[in-house]
């Protein structure tokens, strides 16, 4: 079974990339996509770009033209529960597209055609999503390999599993954060991808998993904690969690 592996961002699929054995790329359109072994399993990883338009587009490359059977979409997102902390673990149960709007004609955050507006993912992926996060958050990985993780006040990350809202908008304002949780009162995290991926791979019946790290709070700390959250910390994550993830397929 060959696994889609894909982020936003270089920095999210960077660790993996390099583990990859027996690694060739293919250039298609602006993205480059790596296939080979990674830890025993045949993968094919990219780095999607920002964006619902940029993530639909790579993961359909990597379903219609890369032969992938499962995607694992892996990355960071902004905190928009008042419970969570940067460095906790979101695993989606649910994405939906937060800036959707094709009312009066369709209701509001509904995909028109589809008629559904809440994207699930799978259900085996998410549970082994959910134990691998557990298998890796009590290996002690991060408290012992980040230089400094009482910067980000990471101690013990927690996971949860829940709604992710996505939608073409970095959020750094706590306004536009509580307008958010009025209207999607389940909300975990913000992030620009997961929906659009979560569509696509509902409309082509691929089974998907979704997992977050929260890099920032979505507030107007924002714009300092996602990059050095990107430059610093989720390399961290990704290659254990991945990791512990291919184990059980
Ligand atoms: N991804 C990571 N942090 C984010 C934020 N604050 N808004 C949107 N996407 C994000």
Known sequence: MRIGIMGAM??????????????????????????????????????????????????????????????????????????????DVIVAKDLIHHDLDPSPIFPKYQVPLLG?????????????????????ISSGIIEHSIDNPARFHITKPAIYQGLIASGDQFISSTDVLSQL?????????????????????????????????????????????????LSKVISHYSRGIIQNFLDQL
């Open 116 to 136: 559904m507006s809440r994207f699930e993912t799978d259900t085996r992926l998410r549970n082994y999503a959910i134990s691998a996060v557990k298998k890796f």
């Open 10 to 87: 270089n920095e999210e699929v960077a660790p993996l990339i390099s583990d990859i054995k027996n690694r060739t790329q293919e250039d298609i359109g602006v993205r480059t996509y790596h296939s080979g072994l990674l830890y025993d399993k045949d993968v094919v990883v990219t780095a999607s770009g920002w964006g619902k338009t940029a993530s639909a587009s790579a993961a359909t490359t990597l379903l219609v033209h890369c032969g992938a059977e499962i995607i694992i979409l892996f990355g960071v997102a902004g905190a928009a529960s008042g419970e969570l902390n940067i460095g």
């Open 181 to 229: 949780r009025n209207v999607f009162p389940d909300i975990k995290c913000v992030e620009m991808e997961g929906a659009s991926v979560a569509q696509v791979c509902y409309e082509h019946k691929i089974p998907l998993a979704v997992v977050k790290v929260i890099s920032d709070k979505a507030d107007k700390s924002a714009k300092t904690d996602f990059p050095l959250f």
